[in-house]
Nanobody
Framework: VQLQASGGGLVQAGGSLRLSCAASGRTFSTYIMAWFRQAPGKERDFVAGISWTGGSIYYADSVKGRFIISRDNAKSSVYLQMTSLKPEDTAVYYC?????????????????WGQGTQVTVSS
């Protein structure tokens, strides 16, 4: 599967952004999907994940209550609605797909990655 992330940009603290990730290739609904982010000089961290039909959703503690992950299997897309953004949310955001049989949220559990989209939150 090929993944194309979009929707990043520059926003002031407290603002909102919606990231999208469009998939092409094999059947989208067979993949567990997730968003990760990587700030300069830091490791790639899990942000949010969603199982095949959305029955299982998991968030990093740092984004709970502010971010919402969703997917539309008919459109082969996954989304990340980000609100109440903080400067510490600044990073490159990546969408990722997993062939796993059980939802897992580590970067090593994901088989395919998008190219990343930059999110910058100014204070």
């Amino acid at each position: 599967v090929q993944l194309q992330a979009s929707g990043g940009g520059l926003v002031q603290a407290g603002g909102s952004l919606r990231l999208s990730c469009a998939a092409s290739g094999r059947t989208f609904s067979t993949y567990i999907m997730a968003w990760f982010r990587q700030a300069p000089g830091k490791e790639r961290d899990f942000v949010a994940g969603i199982s095949w039909t959305g029955g299982s959703i998991y968030y990093a503690d740092s984004v709970k209550g502010r971010f919402i992950i969703s997917r539309d299997n008919a459109k082969s897309s996954v989304y990340l609605q980000m609100t109440s953004l903080k400067p510490e949310d600044t990073a490159v955001y990546y969408c990722a797909a997993s062939n796993g049989r059980v939802p897992r949220w580590g970067a090593s559990d994901y088989d395919y990655w998008g190219q990343g989209t930059q999110v910058t939150v100014s204070s």
